[in-house]
């Protein structure tokens, strides 16, 4: 890399990091403003809100890095171009590819920080961030589900009528073994309670129905007998998954994501679509850089603001389109890789009619 090449990747990393602090910083005091009531009727530690702050202001800050990056880029070619200078560049003989080279290589390094963050750091700190609000922005959890079934090995089956989250006890609870299409073991028990000490199951007024060829065995439990048994389960299971996605590194999404599908549980589509979004968005920032480039490099006779706002309307027509398909990817009505992509997809195939469009 040359002279040139340095100036203008130090122009863009220095702009993207004002303009991250600088919008994130405006969100995070809206954002104080709204809550300020709620921190005060929860009698909530300064300390505690402080810690809060610093997990959500790199939350924002990944969140938002395809714009905030298409805005420093915007902001940077456009100074460059109203002094001339991409001119300059261009008559000296470097060819409109070699100048976007520098942008390549800026737009790369934030994507892969994007990835780490959004990958394996963000997540960590999202644990306390959603504890935070669900401990003191939001109603408690109560778990309203009904008629719940769970796989819990390559044979065993779980079923409860209902589970209490506060007391951390299922009712109506049958637990199933099924080996080739047959039932081999069944015991229905009236309540299962969780030991938290022991991390097991204490099974209450069970009945336990043992079959073999050609012969049942049916035993039942005594008064105050019960039966303490480890189950691949956890209180865990049943706990607020309100943006739990969130909180799963890239690793730990995988590994759900498998238990779950061992499970049956119709939720997964959710974690498969968190995994695809953190795999695109690095993508996405490349992409919106390339075209910020283009839309700005141009010298226009109304000066940067044209440009600028131009980068904004191209910003938020890319959230729009994000959101668009993270729904669409949501309602199952479409694949969801696919959906999710769509918006880089979209905006790749506008870069490069633009890129045509580019006196070079």
């Not at 959710?270 to 390339?290: A, D, K, S």
Request: proline share 3%; charged share 20%; hydrophobic share 45%.
């Amino acid at each position: 890399m040359k002279k040139l090449d340095w100036y203008i990747l130090r122009q863009i990393l220095t702009a993207f990091v004002f303009v991250v602090f600088l919008l994130v910083l405006i969100i995070c005091v809206i954002d104080f403003t709204e809550k300020n009531d709620d921190f005060i009727q929860n009698d909530v530690p300064k300390a505690e809100i402080f810690k809060y702050y610093l997990t959500l202001f790199p939350y924002f800050a990944t969140l938002l890095t395809p714009i905030t990056a298409f805005i420093a880029v915007v902001f940077v070619t456009s100074k460059m171009a109203m002094k001339t200078e991409i001119v300059a560049v261009l008559a000296s003989g470097i060819s409109y590819i070699r100048f976007l080279i520098p942008y390549f290589v800026a737009s790369t390094l934030i994507a892969a920080m994007s990835f780490i963050f959004m990958g394996y750091i963000i997540p960590d700190a999202n644990k306390f961030r959603i504890g935070f609000e669900l401990s003191n922005l939001k109603s408690p959890f109560i778990n309203s589900d009904e008629h719940i079934h769970l796989k819990i090995s390559d044979n065993g089956y779980v079923y409860m009528n209902k589970y209490s989250s506060q007391r951390n006890i299922g009712f109506q609870t049958t637990l199933e073994v099924i080996e080739n299409g047959q039932l081999v073991d069944k015991i229905t028990a009236k309540r299962i309670h969780w030991l938290p000490d022991s991390k097991r199951w204490s099974i209450r007024s069970w009945q336990h129905r043992q079959i073999f060829d050609t012969t049942e065995v049916i035993s039942s439990s005594g008064i105050g007998q019960h039966i303490d048994t480890l189950l691949n389960m956890s209180p865990d299971d049943f706990q607020n998954k309100d943006r739990h996605q969130e909180t799963l590194t890239l690793t730990e999404l995988s590994d759900y994501i498998k238990l779950q599908k061992s499970r049956g549980a119709d939720d997964v589509k959710f974690y498969e679509i968190e995994t695809y979004i953190r795999y695109m968005q690095p993508f996405g920032v490349i992409i919106l850089c390339f075209i910020g480039v283009i839309v700005s490099s141009r010298k226009s006779r109304g000066g940067t603001g044209f440009q600028i706002a131009l980068g904004f309307l191209i910003a938020f027509i890319f959230i729009l389109f994000f959101f668009l398909s993270r729904a669409v990817a949501e309602a199952g009505s479409f694949n969801p890789m696919i959906a999710v992509w769509i918006p880089n997809i979209i905006f790749a195939v506008i870069g490069l009619m633009l890129y045509k469009t580019v006196p070079k």
